[in-house]
Structure formats: structure tokens, C-alpha cells
């Protein structure tokens, strides 16, 4: 497809467990990002890349959050030692560049991740 | 202080009328951008308009527009001739150019449309 791709839609996993959340973005999208949205707020910032590098990771919660993007295309979010706390449905956006206040961000349709 | 407020959690409109989405934005960057998202139940953030900050004229898309008054920093959206697939939570959001260039969402405003 041409849009952002999440995988997996949906994770029920127990407290304590590693998890990783995979966004595939829009072929040639140099910027992704991924953002935490918990249930009746707005979704939260938590890292953004340019290219391979995170170029802004000030959004992450702590340090059992953490994000690659090896390639500059596909992007894993993983969570260690899971907590209840991190029950929310996690967002991935790319646009083409992060160059321009212009540039609209190109959303997936998210992970629900729930933590027992 | 809060970048973006939405001070609607939730607003009903009967169909086919117009209704307006309040947006308030906090920024000392004279360069941003304005956007306004839709997020339907199925929770995927759906891209409906942008107005920038040196925009001289409101931004239009079909039935969307942007009412933006940049001397009272309100961004407020006005969807004309309201349908039933317009239930859904409306975000408005922002985007500084001195920023990482990142989006900073509101709240949201539960928009529900009755037939």
C-alpha cells in the first residue's frame, strides 16, 4: 500500500514483557515519528528521525523506551519491561521532509497496545 | 502553558448544518503551521487542512475551513453541511519552524453528527 503500515495492530501482552512496535512509512519519506496517544488526549511525542539518526528523542518517557530506524525507512519502536502504564495506542506519522512547518505528517493506523 | 487548546471535549451538530471547532495555539515562533486532523474510530489520523502563519487568506478544502485570526491566535475549524461520516475526534495541532518540527496536538473535540 502507499500509506504508513503499523504492525501489529493490536498487542495484549503481561506486565514485565519486551515489546516491539514496527512502522514501515511512505516510500521516500525522509522524517518519521512516532507519538503515544492514551485514551481521550491528544497524541503525545515521543521520538523523531531524520534519516537513520533520532534527531529528537526528548519525547521518550524513559529508558525502557527506546527506537531504531537501521535502514532509514522501516522504524521499531521497542518497550522493555512493560508496565501497565504503557497501554496506549502508539502512532507512527512520516512526511518528506522535516524542513518546512508546511509539511502535513502522514499517519498509520496505530498500534493498540495493552498491557495486562 | 499549553501549546494547543481545544476547549470543546465535545460538540453535536445536526446534519447538514455548519459547525465550528475552537482552537487556541500558544507560540513566540513567528514561522508555524496550523493543522487540523480527523482521528474516525478506527483511529487512524485522517489530515483535513493547514493554514500557515504568514497565510494572508483563511485556508479552504471542500466543506473544510479555517477561520484564523493570528492577532487572537485562534485556528478554529468550520465544517459546512455536516454529515453523518463527520463523527469523529477533530484535532487541531501545531508546528513551529524553530521546533524539531514536530506536531503538538490538542486535547481533541468529539464531533457527533445527528441525523
Known amino acids: 500500500g502507499a500509506g504508513v503500515s503499523q504492525t501489529p495492530s493490536n498487542k495484549v501482552t503481561e506486565k514485565g514483557k519486551y515489546v516491539e512496535l514496527r512502522c514501515d512509512p511512505i516510500?521516500?519519506?525522509?522524517?518519521l515519528y512516532w507519538y503515544r496517544q492514551s485514551l481521550g488526549q491528544g497524541p503525545e511525542f515521543l521520538i523523531y528521525?531524520?534519516?537513520?539518526?533520532?534527531?529528537?528523542d526528548s519525547g521518550l518517557p524513559n529508558d525502557r523506551f527506546f527506537a531504531v530506524r537501521p535502514e532509514g525507512s522501516v522504524s521499531t519502536l521497542k518497550i522493555q519491561r512493560t508496565e501497565r502504564g504503557d497501554s496506549a495506542m502508539y502512532l507512527c506519522a512520516s512526511s518528506y521532509s522535516r524542513d518546512s512547518a508546511i509539511e502535513e505528517l502522514f499517519f498509520g493506523e496505530g498500534s493498540r497496545l495493552t498491557v495486562l | 502553558a499549553q501549546k494547543i487548546t481545544q476547549t470543546q471535549p465535545g460538540m453535536f451538530v445536526q446534519e447538514k448544518e455548519a459547525v465550528t471547532l475552537d482552537c487556541t495555539y500558544d507560540?513566540?515562533?513567528?514561522?508555524?503551521?496550523l493543522f487540523w486532523y480527523k482521528q474516525p474510530s478506527s483511529g487512524e489520523m485522517i489530515f483535513l487542512i493547514y493554514q500557515g502563519s504568514y497565510d494572508q487568506q483563511n485556508a479552504t478544502e471542500g466543506r473544510y475551513s479555517l477561520n484564523f485570526q493570528k492577532a487572537r491566535k485562534s485556528a478554529n475549524l468550520v465544517i459546512s453541511a455536516s454529515q453523518l461520516g463527520d463523527s469523529a475526534m477533530y484535532f487541531c495541532a501545531m508546528r513551529e519552524r524553530g521546533s524539531q518540527g514536530n506536531l503538538i496536538f490538542g486535547k481533541g473535540t468529539k464531533l457527533s453528527v445527528k441525523p
Open positions: 516510500s521516500g519519506h525522509t522524517a
Open positions: 528521525f531524520q534519516g537513520t539518526g533520532a534527531a529528537d
Open positions: 507560540t513566540s515562533d513567528p514561522s508555524y503551521g
